[in-house]
């Protein structure tokens, strides 16, 4: 498997898991809040994979474009996320 195609997966997974997570209701039209947890835990796994591939390959010094920029995605998408989940936590 190729490294783009390994980055893209991981991505299809997590947007998946998060489209779910952000559209959940009960039948009685309360907010199911236990998807926040899961939610909050992939998106935080999400970063840190994309910040261990970014970190492995600048200690080899292999500054290939395919691969750096799906791992600076993974980086940068959750943050906005987390942020959001965390705005909502202090609400």
């Not at 750096?68 to 959750?78: D, K, M």
């Amino acid at each position: 498997m190729s490294k783009i195609a390994a980055a893209e997966q991981i991505y299809i997974r997590d947007r998946k898991a998060l489209r779910v997570a952000f559209t959940r209701h009960s039948p009685h039209g309360n907010t199911d809040e236990r998807w926040k947890k899961m939610a909050h835990v992939s998106l935080v796994l999400t970063f840190s994979l994309g910040l261990m591939a970014i970190v492995f390959w600048s200690i080899r010094r292999d500054f290939d474009l395919s691969w750096w920029l799906p791992n600076l995605y993974l980086i940068v998408y959750p943050i906005y996320f987390i942020k959001k989940l965390l705005e909502e936590k202090h609400e």
